[in-house]
Every structure is written in C-alpha cells, then in structure tokens.
C-alpha cells in the first residue's frame, strides 16, 4: 500500500512539474515574440525541439542560481531556446594572424601618479556620448559593434558640445576590406580600414540590415555602399593597451579608460554568459576556453564588502545583443584575473 501511495504521489509530482514547464514554455513564447507552429526543423517538430532546449537551459539556469560559488545570476532571454549552432554563429571576435597596420600600444604602464589618481568607480553608460544598446541580432558582428562604439564614443567627446554622431556597424560589414562580415573580424582592423578609406560612416546614412543574417549567402560581404557624404568620424590612431608582459594591465586599462572611453575587448564566452542576468560574472567555464566574442569594458568599480568578503572588482561591460540581455544590455564581470580572457586583448581608438 505504502508502495502505491508513493507512486501515486511521484506520478502527481510529475505531472504539476509537466504543467509547470508547459506553462512556463508556453510564457517565455509570448514574452518574446516566438512562433514554432506548423514548422519543422531537421525533419523533426521545430516547437519540440525548441521547447527541449528551453527547458535544458531553465535547469542550468536553476543549478546556477543555487551555487553560491558563483558571484552572478542568470535568467532567461531571447537565447534560451536557441541551438549551440546558433549561438556559435553569433560570436565574431576572430583575431587575425596577421592585423593590418602597425598595430601601436597606445599605453603599456601606468606610474605612481596615475594609479594614484584612479577614481574608485568609473561608469560611462549613461555618459552623454554612450549610444543606446544595440542589437546585431543572427549576425557574427559583434567585433563591428565593439569598434563603432569606441570610435563614436571618442568622437563625440572630443566635441564641446558632447554631441554623439552614432555610427555604422553596415558599412564595416559591407565595405571592411579586412574582415569578414557577419563570419567574424577584429577592431583593430576595422579601425585600420576606416583611417585609409575615408572615414566612418553614419548609422543614419548606413542603416544596419544584418539583423536576420542566418545563411552563408546573407552572411557574405554586401556591396559597399559608403560615399564621402555619409561621414561621421574619422580615426587619428588606435592600437593595444597594456602588456602582455606586464602584471598590472588591468591598472593600465582603467587609466585608458579615463583617458581614451570605452575600450573594445574580446572574450571567451561559456554557456553561462548567454543567460547572464545580473551580479559580477565569475564563472570558471570560460577561463580555459578561446576567445569568440567582442564586447566594450565602459568602466569599473567593486562592489560592497561584506562579513564573508572584501568586495569584488568588476569591470562594467556593454554588449550588442540587445537589451533583454544582462542588465540592460550591459553587465559586470570580475577584474584583474582576467577573466573569461577579458584583459588579453584590450584596445582604444581616437578618433580624428
């Protein structure tokens, strides 16, 4: 009889969790806009497939949340039910073998002085030369992302005014003879090919029109439609900051920060990220792994020390997915152990 009543009661669990995840599908659907009705994918229902790897992700989501190892909390988006395939595509930080350019080290110490004179929080997102986040969507652009947003960053605060100009991401990926599109490039190139033809354009002359780049065709470079009077910036110099044989790289980039606006950096990006909510990430995943994704550092800062801790230093993060990612499209993510690879890579423009 005991034996009876405890499958019954198994069999009543199973069932609540079934209409619980039901429910839960079935919101996360309507909250974003998704639609998988009548529609197949590899021969197979694309709603149960999708529906699979929704609730996949809500129980790494869960086990997360719960280890108190992790500084972070993560929460759905519009990633949740996306394949690895799919989030793959969207990482387009590609270092070349071979930059284009000389390449400078624009900073590589810091003295005495300097350090001394770090502020203790540094938070350009609401600065009045920080454009609204964007979102590039099913293309591998974010390295274009990252280096339009320093350059028009520095741009606008080298004015008076504080006016912003907002850029085009389009114009590199159509015209940027040094990377690739929506398969992937780096700042530093992208920066060489705006200073040798002509400047950058503006995002409201050079639309963005990769947002549902999903094929190999539509991800090819497009015919470049820049003219002289499109321009909205022009690049005086950019390069790297820091050294790799140096200890303090990470004191170095919070002096450039002050000095030269947001940086582009690339990172090595773990499952996690993909569902990051709020919290200073510090996920150990991403330590071992190579960098994919091309993100902003906008400033710095540490959180509040407690009885079990000394606080964190963070670096502020903006991204390019939108702004359902994260904490509105930005976030924070550990400083001075470079994290996920964060301060391996870090570079500034200057606009002319």
């Known amino acids: 009889m005991k034996f009876v009543f405890v499958l019954f009661a198994l069999t009543v669990i199973a069932a609540v969790n079934g209409a619980s ?47 108190r190892n992790n500084k972070f909390k993560q929460d759905h988006n519009v990633f949740s039910d996306m394949f690895d395939f799919e989030i793959a595509a969207l990482m387009g930080a590609k270092k070349p073998a071979n930059e284009k350019g000389s390449r ?11 350090r ?27 390295w274009s992302f990252a280096s ?48 040798t033809n002509n400047g950058s354009a503006k995002a409201a002359s050079y639309a963005y029109s990769s947002a549902t780049c999903c094929t190999t065709s539509c991800c090819a470079k497009k015919t470049c439609k820049y003219t002289a009077s499109m321009l909205g910036a022009k690049v005086s110099n950019y390069g790297y900051v820091g050294s790799s044989s140096s200890n303090n790289t990470a004191l170095v980039m919070q002096s450039a920060l002050l000095q030269y606006g947001p940086l582009a950096v690339a990172i090595a990006t773990a499952p996690s990220f993909m569902s990051y909510k709020s919290g200073v990430y510090n996920d150990v995943a991403c330590d071992n792994k190579t960098i994919d994704h091309a993100i902003n550092i906008v400033g710095f800062g540490k959180t509040n020390a407690t009885e079990c801790s000394s606080g964190t230093d963070y670096w502020i993060i903006r991204n390019s997915w939108g ?30």
Request: proline fraction near 4%; charged fraction near 20%.
């Open 148 to 195: 339009i947003n320093s350059l028009e960053f520095s741009a606008c605060n080298k004015t008076a005014t504080k006016v912003l100009t907002p850029l085009s991401e389009q114009h590199l990926i159509d015209c940027d003879l040094y990377d690739n599109a929506c398969n992937g490039g780096w700042p530093t190139n992208a920066w060489y090919y705006i200073k």
């Open 21 to 67: 995840a039901d429910a839960d599908w079935e919101a996360y659907k309507k909250l974003y806009g998704k639609d998988y009705q009548q529609k197949s994918f590899g021969g197979q229902s694309e709603e149960t497939l999708r529906k699979n790897q929704f609730l996949k992700t809500d129980a790494a989501i869960q086990n997360a949340n719960q280890d």
């Open 116 to 142: 001394q004179a770090l502020p203790a929080i540094l938070d350009y997102r609401t600065h009045k030369c920080m454009a609204p986040i964007r979102n590039q969507a099913a293309c591998g652009s974010c």
């Open 323 to 352: 702004t359902t990612w994260g904490l509105l499209g930005y976030g924070m993510i550990q400083r001075g152990v470079n994290k996920c690879s964060i301060e391996s890579y870090p570079m500034a423009v200057i606009a002319a």
């Open 104 to 114: 400078p080290t624009l900073m590589t110490t810091i003295g005495r002085e300097n």
